[in-house]
């Protein structure tokens, strides 16, 4: 399977790899995270560990459980730390450490290596051993709730390493050894391999949606966070002036319990509209892919961002794209070089005007946006710098690979 890649990322990459993955093959590797399904974190893990094992790598990955009450908890930790004010009592956070005291008798951690992902999962730290333990933060930190912050920093001491997904994250409290490692995309995945034309007009024609005039298309989980009800707003701006359609795509997470009553928002938004396209969806990245490439611009007008996956899924599909200036976004769009950074509905509105009005100009900037994802946000780039996380005995305090 590693083979494959060969033809995107060259031979000498593929080797570099495989040289790297023949020190990790006498360990065991265990992720952690708390869903298999829906957002960016279930995403990776689903296209790395596959690419990993064909590396020779003994790597597995299981979910964290818990009930109703410890995804709501979860969901405005998650909240909480993206900078949104929500209420906590003191029984929130005895749900949270019942939920991950309970689930380390359920999960073998008995491996080498223990990898775990975002803060859901934090406190399994408590059943580490003699081996080495990594934390691993999607999230971006810069504007947290001092008082999630402070509960979950108790648990990072004990890690042997944090992941940031950017240097713009990376805490000057912590003082463990900081890794700074983007997220990627798989370019072979069937969420962004290439796909017959056929097929993505078969996929517009069967949602009812006219492939021949302008599409705007957000792909997200229905998250306040991800601004939905804004870009309806940014799309009835432009409605005014060029007759054009929206697609809001996107299925629920499992470990996401809002997601059902933001949806319901979204549709009182679209008032009606028929050229409004809301639609919840399995999971299925077949159909991600063609909603992708079918558009004319791709937007990700998030209020707050880790890193936004989608952003390189459709740069990936030399797709223009139009995104907030917030979070882990401006790592990959350069503002009119290889994509548009807006900080408001009327600019996001203008901006979609202008790519529409100037397909050439939305070609630059995909162009440029395809050759940025492959330099920097390929999944091969990604294991790379995990397999030498893994491998590295540091003591200094911030590491860039
Ligand atoms: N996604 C999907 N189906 C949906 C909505 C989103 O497959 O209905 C995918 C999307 O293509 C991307 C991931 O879920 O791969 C979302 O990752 P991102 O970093 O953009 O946001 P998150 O959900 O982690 O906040």
């Not at 590797?29 to 990993?52: D, H, Q, R, W, Y």
């Not at 009450?69 to 949270?96: C, M, P, R, W």
């Not at 950017?166 to 050894?177: A, G, L, Q, V």
């Not at 059902?260 to 050229?275: A, S, W």
Request: aromatic share 10%; proline share 4%.
């Amino acid at each position: 399977m590693i083979e494959n890649y060969k033809n995107i990322i060259g031979e000498r990459k593929v080797s570099e790899l495989k040289i790297i993955a023949e020190k990790l093959k006498n360990k065991s590797i265990l992720n952690v995270n708390s869903t298999f399904k829906g957002g960016g974190v279930a995403e990776i893990l689903t296209k790395m560990i596959p690419i990993m094992e064909s590396l020779g790598i003994n790597i597995k990955w299981e979910i964290i459980k818990g009930n109703e009450e410890f995804y709501k908890v979860t969901k405005k930790f998650h909240n909480a730390l993206h900078g949104v004010k929500e209420d906590f009592s003191q029984k929130d956070f005895e749900i949270f450490t019942e939920t991950n005291n309970s689930n380390i008798e359920k999960i073998d951690m008995d491996k080498d290596i223990v990898f775990i992902h975002d803060p859901q999962p934090i406190g399994l730290i408590k059943a580490k051993k003699d081996n080495k333990w990594f934390w691993r933060c999607h999230i971006d930190l810069t504007n947290s709730d001092k008082r999630v912050y402070d509960f979950l920093k108790q648990f990072i001491p004990k890690y042997d390493g944090c992941v940031f997904s950017s240097p713009y994250f990376s805490k000057t409290d912590i003082e463990i050894p900081q890794y700074l490692i983007f997220p990627s995309i798989d370019p072979l995945g069937e969420k962004n391999k290439e796909i017959e034309k056929e097929f993505i007009e078969k996929v517009f024609y069967d949602f009812g949606i006219d492939i021949k005039r302008p599409i705007i298309t957000q792909i997200s989980r229905f998250d306040r966070l991800k601004d939905p009800v804004g870009v309806i707003k940014a799309y009835n701006m432009v409605k005014k002036h060029i007759d054009c359609q929206l697609i809001l795509a996107g299925g629920g997470a499992d470990d996401d319990p809002e997601g059902v009553k933001v949806y319901e928002e979204v549709l009182e938004e679209r008032n009606n509209d028929p050229d409004i396209h809301i639609l919840m969806l399995p999971h299925n990245d077949l159909i991600i892919n063609a909603l992708q490439r079918g558009s004319t611009v791709i937007l990700q007008k998030s209020l707050k961002e880790g890193f936004g996956l989608t952003i390189s899924e459709a740069l990936w599909k030399e797709k223009p794209v139009i995104a907030s200036n917030v979070g882990g976004i401006k790592y990959q769009i350069t503002h009119k070089y290889n994509g548009l950074l807006s900080n408001s509905i009327e600019g996001t509105a203008h901006y979609i005007k202008q790519i529409i009005e100037n397909p050439e100009y939305g070609k630059y900037l995909a162009r440029n946006g395809k050759e940025h994802v492959k330099e920097n946000f390929l999944i091969t780039r990604h294991i790379k710098e995990y397999m030498l996380m893994f491998l590295t005995e540091s003591d200094k305090d911030v590491i860039y690979f």
